[in-house]
């Protein structure tokens, strides 16, 4: 079997790995495995194809690792709906004593805290932010 067909299907079995990632690195990986594929078609030995897979594959990684792409986004546990399904959730508060109240939510009292900046009328608020047993809400 020919050298380029080889790394097309290492390649091309790379790609598939990287469907099942979800991330682009291992596509990165495949970029670089097919520079040596293209590499080998122009008739490069072994070892030449094997550089130019390995610095394509590198640089084409650190391009991605600058691109925002690359960054994982950073975000505050104690406000991430994906890490506490709380927030979002509304809770009814019927009064206000210097911005912080107790309230009945999932049957349990919670001293609940107003975010700055919102109005302290009795009504309904949603939850914005977990703070260890107090629940931010605006």
Known sequence: MADWIVWFVAAGAVLILELFS??????????????????ALAGANGPLQGLCAAVVGVVATLLLRRSRYGKAARRDVAQDPNVNLDIGQS??????????ARVMYRGALWDVELIPGSDTQAGQ????????????VG
């Open 125 to 136: 608020y949603t939850i914005r932010a977990i703070r260890g047993s107090r629940l931010i």
């Open 91 to 100: 809770v009814a508060v019927a009064h206000w004593v210097d911005g912080v």
């Open 22 to 39: 979800g991330t682009f690195y291992l596509l990165m990986i495949a970029i670089g495995m097919s520079a040596g594929a293209l590499a």
